[in-house]
Each structure stands twice: as structure tokens, then as C-alpha cells.
């Protein structure tokens, strides 16, 4: 089965200083894995993805995620945080062949940025 | 870049009503469309996966009498909520991706409250 762990509920950083979410994941085969931010009473945006190629991936608003396959893990990463990076992160995965799948999602972790 | 657009985004309703929400993508055409539904400070849940012109899968425990979910044509799914209780009270939301492999995009929610 596949599942998503985000094991942290809240991760509280200083502006300026480089932040981490972390995520690890199970799935069958290769995996494709994503970040979602969600904004309060707000749908959830897009922000990188990891199909293949390079572990290191870039998305947008500066964060990226690396992707380790030995340690199952799929860590969100920004070198300086913003007080606007406050919002609800979401890591997310499924099947690489399995391309008519809906994803499965993380519990979530609360990014708080203080100024 | 492909849009999802979810409507109404919020809504009241009394005990024993009927609630339906539509999820369209703008600029695309969605085969499938994911509907997925999130309780405060919690993940998504899948509720059911929503294939056009056919009947929708349901996941575990989702009533599909109560969750009605019709994906009429390439760009228009609609779900409703049969007979609200105030537990059905949540925050809806449907995805949709435009290939293969890309990601889902999402609505920005519809937040129903049953009284």
C-alpha cells in the first residue's frame, strides 16, 4: 500500500534562516512525488514534483526537495524562509505507473515563519 | 496554465438539504477528476475518483448514495451532497490533471457547513 509520512505537525523557522519539511514515503515501484502548499479556505497549489533524473529538485517561490531513494525520503528545503512561507505543506505520492491514481497525501506540516 | 475552477466556494445549508458542487477545468480536458475532502487541521481524503461517462469509484467507507458524483462531460464533475447532516460539515475539494503525468491541479475548495 501506499502511504506518506510528514512526521513533524508544525516546523517554526526565523526569517531568513533555511527551513526543512520532511517527508518519507511507501509506494510500489518508482515513486512520483510531490510538494502542495495550501493557503487557509484555499485549494491546494502546486509546488515541485519528482518524476526521474536529478535527486535535487527545484520548484516554485524558491523551495526545492531532494529526493533519497535509500532513505525513502522526500525533505521540502528552502535556504531563507519568509514570513509569507507561513502556510500548510503537503507531501504527496503515488505510483509511477499508476497514472489513472488519484495521490495520496500526507497528514501535513504547519510552516510558521517568524519576522 | 491549467486551471481548475470550483464553485460555489462556500456554502450554508439545513439539516436534510441537498448540496451540489461543480468542478470544471477551464482550460483543459479532465478524464478524471479526484474529489478529495479535508476535516480541520487534517489530509485530504480521497473520497472517490471521478471517470467521464461512467460511474465513479468510490473509496472505502464513502457512501456513494450520499456522495453523488457525476462527470457528465471532459470538463465538468459535479458532486452532491445528499441529505446533509452537520457531520458532512467539511471542506470539499476536486483535482484534476490535463496530462498523463502532471500534476493535479486543484480547486479552491468549497466549505460546507450544515446546520
Known amino acids: 500500500a501506499q502511504s506518506v509520512a510528514q512526521p513533524e505537525d508544525q516546523v517554526n523557522v526565523a526569517e531568513g534562516n533555511p527551513l526543512t519539511v520532511k517527508c518519507t514515503y511507501s509506494?510500489?515501484?518508482?515513486?512520483?512525488l510531490f510538494w502542495y502548499v495550501q493557503y487557509p479556505n484555499r485549494g491546494l497549489q502546486f509546488l515541485l514534483k519528482?518524476?526521474?533524473?536529478?535527486?535535487l529538485v527545484k520548484g516554485s517561490y524558491g523551495f526545492e526537495a531532494e529526493f533519497n531513494k535509500s532513505q525513502t525520503s522526500f525533505h521540502l528545503k528552502k535556504p531563507s524562509a519568509l514570513v509569507s512561507d507561513s502556510a500548510l505543506y503537503f507531501c504527496?505520492?503515488?505510483?509511477?505507473?499508476?497514472?489513472?491514481?488519484?495521490?495520496?497525501f500526507g497528514k501535513g506540516t504547519t510552516l510558521s515563519v517568524s519576522s | 496554465g491549467a486551471v481548475v475552477s470550483q464553485h460555489p466556494s462556500w456554502v450554508i445549508c439545513k439539516s436534510g438539504t441537498s448540496v451540489k458542487i461543480e468542478c470544471r477545468s477551464l482550460?483543459?480536458?479532465?478524464?478524471?477528476m479526484f474529489w478529495y475532502r479535508q476535516f480541520p487541521k487534517q489530509s485530504l481524503m480521497l473520497m472517490a475518483t471521478?471517470?467521464?461517462?461512467?460511474?465513479?469509484?468510490?473509496e472505502q467507507g464513502v457512501e456513494k448514495d450520499k456522495f453523488l458524483i457525476n462527470h457528465a462531460s471532459l470538463t465538468l464533475s459535479t458532486l452532491t451532497v445528499t441529505s446533509a447532516h452537520p457531520e458532512d460539515s467539511s471542506f470539499y475539494i476536486c483535482?484534476?490533471?490535463?496530462?498523463?503525468?502532471?500534476?493535479?491541479?486543484f480547486g479552491n475548495g468549497t466549505r460546507l457547513t450544515v446546520t
Open positions: 471521478s471517470n467521464e461517462g461512467s460511474k465513479a469509484t468510490y
Open positions: 504527496a505520492v503515488r505510483g509511477l505507473q499508476q497514472a489513472g491514481t488519484a495521490l495520496i
Open positions: 483535482s484534476a490533471k490535463d496530462r498523463v503525468n502532471s500534476p493535479l491541479h
Open positions: 509506494v510500489s515501484g518508482n515513486p512520483y
Open positions: 519528482y518524476i526521474t533524473g536529478d535527486n
Open positions: 482550460d483543459f480536458q479532465a478524464t478524471t
